[in-house]
């Protein structure tokens, strides 16, 4: 029974778009897709070590919604590590709180409350090599429901 996804707020983006599985090659893998909000429960709950009720507040979810949503998270987690599978974070229906700038020459991150605010040079090298993290959210976003069915053979249940 399809359930309407509300919006879920996810504080900044992921600073990497996935992981991948030492020494297999890419051909082997299969892929697992973690979604913005999956990637942000498993990082309030057990990164930041939040209890449910509170993770479940700052996403802007139910405490029984965050619960489902970890649940899934982590069988995902645990799907690419013991599964050996590659692990894209992409998709989902989300805002992001901040955004976030990555010098590529000396790894230094940025953080901004607004689009206005991010910058040409890095402030701590001057380099302009800069990856804006957002970017590679905002125009992935669109491709959750494609994911979902691609997942659909390593579902748990
Ligand atoms: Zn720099």
Redo the contacts with the bound molecule.
Sequence with gaps: MPRPQKERRVLEPPKIQGLKPMGVPARFLERVYLTLGEYEAIRLADYDGLDHQEAADIIGISRPTFSRLIEKARKKVAEAIVGVKELLIEGGNYTFATQLQR??????FERFESIAELVNA??????Q??VHLNEWFGTRGGRGCRNRGGFRGGRGQ
């Design positions: 010098c590529m020459d000396c790894g230094d890095c402030p701590s090298c001057g380099s090599n800069i």
